[in-house]
């Protein structure tokens, strides 16, 4: 499997923080990558910096070996933090409403609907949408476009256990679809349960990387079970 994503010695300070440190991490094309860690270690401030959002001080990363452009954001979908959709609009005029911010074609809609699982409810006002509903509303939103690669940062965080196995289920889907996945989780279940590859990031650094049957053989991870900052 080639490479989608290399990262390179990325390091990121604020102020006296040093939020990572010479980080150094490659997602397989074709894989569910999780990038694990706990509360602080760095997911977040990682997922900003390679979507273009955040200013690295130091390192590198390229996409499909390529630096980054707009050719190459067209490529990538990413769901950062929960969009602010309409309550009182439906789920498609939700949709209708973000390929038009995207600069995507409508026919992209009901593609992206049908993918999420939502073409039957699409009439439905967001507002009555369940929690698992909503967020899938959102990844479909972040599907717009038909990207090859799929980043979501903590996207079961704040579901009810329906909607967790809503959103882990569609994950796979997606990557059933061909798509690679890069999901952030401080949840070790989570990782186990959905991904195939998997980085252990604690604060800022990189603790282990590779399969997650290998990683979860061969490294204590007793940090991440609590979620507190380390
Ligand atoms: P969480 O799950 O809590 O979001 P995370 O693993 O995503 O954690 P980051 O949000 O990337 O971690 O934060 C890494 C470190 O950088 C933390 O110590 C955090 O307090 C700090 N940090 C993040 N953003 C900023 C900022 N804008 N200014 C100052 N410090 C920041």
Not at 19 to 47: C, H
Not at 69 to 91: D, M, V
Request: proline share 4%.
């Amino acid at each position: 499997m080639a490479d989608i994503l290399e990262i390179q010695g990325l390091s990121k300070r604020y102020g006296s923080v040093q939020a990572l440190d010479q980080l150094s991490i490659n997602v397989p094309e074709g894989s569910i990558f999780g990038l694990l860690g706990p509360n602080g270690s760095g997911k977040t401030t990682t997922l900003g910096i390679v979507l273009d959002v955040i200013n690295a001080s130091a390192g590198s990363f390229q996409w499909f070996g390529q630096p980054m452009s707009k050719t190459t954001k067209r490529r990538i979908g990413a769901l950062l933090e929960t969009p602010n959709f309409y309550p009182y609009l439906t789920g498609e005029q939700n949709l209708r409403i973000a390929s038009d911010v995207k600069r995507v074609d409508h026919s992209q809609v009901q593609r992206s609907l049908e993918m999420v699982g939502l073409a039957n409810r699409k009439h439905d006002k967001f507002k009555g949408y369940s929690l698992g509903m909503k967020q899938r509303l959102a990844i479909g939103s972040a599907l717009l476009g038909n990207p090859e690669v799929l980043v979501l940062d903590e996207p079961t965080n704040g579901l009810d256990p329906e909607g967790i196995a809503e959103v882990r289920a569609l994950i796979l889907d997606v990557a059933a679809q061909g798509k690679t996945i890069v999901l952030a989780s401080h949840l070790l279940d989570e990782v186990e349960k959905v991904c195939t590859h998997m980085a252990v990031l604690r604060t800022g650094k990189l603790k282990a990387q590779g399969p997650v049957s290998s990683i979860m053989a061969t490294n204590d991870l007793v940090f991440i079970s609590g979620g507190a900052p380390l």
